[in-house]
Structures are given as C-alpha cells and as structure tokens.
C-alpha cells in the first residue's frame, strides 16, 4: 500500500499548477480537461490534481495497491458500513478501486491496475508525497476507525496528532486534534536535507517565509519546512522520515514532550500558529458520489 497523490478541486487551478511547478519546483505533468497535475521525480504519474471549480475542496487522497489488499479492503468496508462505491478513475495513471468515506468526513480512494511512469531527473524535484494529513473531530476514533476498516496501524500519538502508516513509512498520514475535518497538509518528499534547504531558499527568492520549520520533527524524525500556498493549502518540504517495524511500539503522548520554547528537535524556527490554522480549515471534503455496494 503506498499514498500516492491528493485530488483537489480549486478557483484558479491554472495559478495554483503554475505555483507548484515554477516556485515550489515539482514538475507539470500536463493538463487534461478542466485538471492540471503536477508531478514528482519518481514513477507516480502524478502527485497533485488541480481541478478548476467554483469552490476549493478536497475530493479524495489516492492510495495504489495490491488487488488483495483492495479485496481485503472492501470486505471491512463493507462490514463497518462506511460509505463507498466502486470508482474508476479518470485521472492519470488510470486504474479502478474504490473510493470510501470516512465517518467524520475524509474521502479516501484505493486504486489498483494505475501505470506508472518513467522517472525524471533532477535533485531539486519532490520525488513523491509522503504523508498527507487530514484534521479531525476525533483523531482518536479516526485513527481506530482506520485500523479496524483499513488495516493501517497507529504509530504515535501526541498531544496533537494521532501519526498512522500504511506501510513501513512511519506515517504515510495523520488526524490532527482539531475539532473539525478538513485537509491538515500535503508533504512532499525531497530527495535530501539539501534538497529541502534549497526549497527554502526558492521560496524565499520568490518573498516567502517558511510558516514553521525548517526543523525535525519528533515522531517520525523527519525534516520539515512548511509553507501557506497562495491557494491556502499547507504545503511541506519534508525529507528522512523513520522507517518503523511491524512491531513498532506505539508511543503516548507522554512519550513525546517538548522541553520549554522547542517544538521541534532543532529549536531555530517559529510557527505561525494563526496562518497555518486559518489555512488549515480552507480546504475541506466534497462528496460527490452515491455510495454503492463494493461486494
Ligand atoms: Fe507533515
């Protein structure tokens, strides 16, 4: 199972496609309809989906896996009564799965059969997404949700976020404590720590300051720098997150504390706690499908 890409529905998606490949430094991998895609240096067809709308949202987070895996999928699906219905996208790559929706809200789609791509060189490019974070109403329930109906595994919790993989990545997403559901943030995963600092540096040309970071996380260990997108998306350069074992003790909250002024194991950043917020709840989840039976 691996995350693969995020589908978002915008007003002036031509701008937001133009931010994501001239500044933040992805590449264009074309247009197609009314929906521009941005890609990365690895083999995903594509990492973002731009599509123009009257509103911004959210319309799924893809994830591409093994036909037992989808089959697996469909039957704790099915039993927990989750809405779902079958889908074939129409997307790049193509494939077919199924898209389902959490009881909270989060749209989620499970792909099987997607082509892929020859990579691209270039060092300065995101190779792929590494996690995509969703906020929550209930993080807790979310995240026991996501164990029973999807075979993720909870990694960490912390006072502020309950850390979930679908895969050895230490997280591939998160469900922020947030009292509402919407997009937290989309990570994209550099090549290196220079690769991030670059990023850095080609924001800052263009007169953009990091929201929060650059820093190392604690869960997950991985180097951040977010940025608001003038979209008002959160968007992350992120690189070096902790590959964990099947039997990775799961730690408390308790386990992750901070000592006084640091928020991250480096200490050399502030965070602009109200724009990432604001931004934050910009972007949430659009159901546009009638559930249907999957099996
Ligand atoms: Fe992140």
Redesign the pocket.
């Known amino acids: 199972m691996k995350l693969r890409s995020i589908e978002m529905v915008l007003p002036e998606a031509d701008k937001a496609h133009q931010f994501l490949t001239d500044i933040w430094g992805a590449a264009s991998a074309g247009s197609k309809e009314n929906t521009h895609y941005i890609r990365g240096s690895g083999t995903f067809p594509y990492l973002v989906a731009l599509e123009e709308g009257d509103s911004s949202f959210v319309r799924s987070v893809t994830f591409v896996c093994s036909a037992q895996e989808l089959d697996e999928l469909k039957q704790r699906i099915s039993q927990r009564g989750l809405m779902a219905c079958p889908t074939e996208s129409k997307d790049l790559g193509g494939g077919e799965g199924i898209l389902v929706q959490l009881s909270e809200g989060q749209i989620l789609r499970f792909l099987i059969n997607t082509h892929e791509v020859e990579p691209l060189a270039g060092a300065e490019l995101p190779v792929k997404l590494t996690?995509v974070?969703f906020n929550s109403e209930d993080a807790e329930k979310t995240g026991d949700l996501v164990e029973a109906a999807l075979n993720f595994r909870v990694s960490d919790r912390t006072k502020g976020m309950v850390f979930v993989r679908c895969n050895e990545s230490h997280h591939s997403t998160a469900f922020a404590r947030a009292g509402f559901c919407s997009l937290n943030?989309i990570?994209f995963e550099m090549a290196d720590i220079d690769a991030v600092m670059r990023g850095v540096g080609r924001l800052r040309d263009h007169n953009m300051v990091p929201a929060w970071g650059p820093g190392r996380?604690g869960p997950g260990a991985?180097v951040?720098a977010?940025f608001i997108a003038p979209f008002n998306a959160v968007v992350?350069f992120?690189t070096a997150v902790n590959k964990v074992p099947e039997d990775y003790p799961v730690g408390a909250p308790e386990d992750w504390t901070w000592p006084p002024n640091r928020i991250d194991q480096w200490g050399m950043s502030d965070k602009d706690f109200d724009g990432l917020r604001k931004a934050e709840e910009h972007f949430k989840f659009h159901r546009d499908w009638q559930p249907a039976p999957l099996v």
Do not use: D, M, W
């Open positions: 996690h974070v943030h990570a996380h991985n951040f977010y992350e992120s």
